[in-house]
């Protein structure tokens, strides 16, 4: 089993969330690989889906049934109970901090 160094635990407990933040391009792609690795897993639907661009600086966008939502620089790809999200930096950081001790998920 893989270790994902991509997501990490965010508070507020009882019901932390699993998030990645899109800190640079190099990035993307192990985002993308997450996103597939919860999608295998059932721990989202196969309708999901999570695409790169080819922009500069690249960008990634995930399309649910809620519509398309884009992952620009600096955002966080938010996975809790209700499913993935995008969150703005500022959205992010008023509802989740990272834990006091480290821990990563198994993906």
Do not use: C
């Not at 089993?1 to 635990?9: D, G, H, I, W």
């Not at 990634?60 to 969150?87: C, E, F, I, R």
Request: charged share 15%; hydrophobic share 30%; no cysteine.
């Amino acid at each position: 089993m893989r270790r994902s160094t991509v997501a990490r635990y965010y508070l507020p407990w009882p019901a932390p969330v699993q998030a990645a933040h899109y800190t640079d391009p190099t990035v993307l792609p192990a985002i993308s690989h997450w996103v597939t690795a919860l999608r295998q897993q059932g721990k989202i639907p196969p309708d999901v889906t999570f695409t790169l661009t080819t922009d500069t600086p690249p960008t990634a966008t995930l399309t649910d049934n809620t519509g398309h939502h884009v992952l620009d620089p600096k955002s966080y790809l938010v996975l809790n109970h209700q499913g993935l999200h995008v969150l703005d930096p500022h959205t992010f950081h008023r509802h989740y901090q990272p834990p006091t001790t480290d821990r990563e998920w198994s993906t």
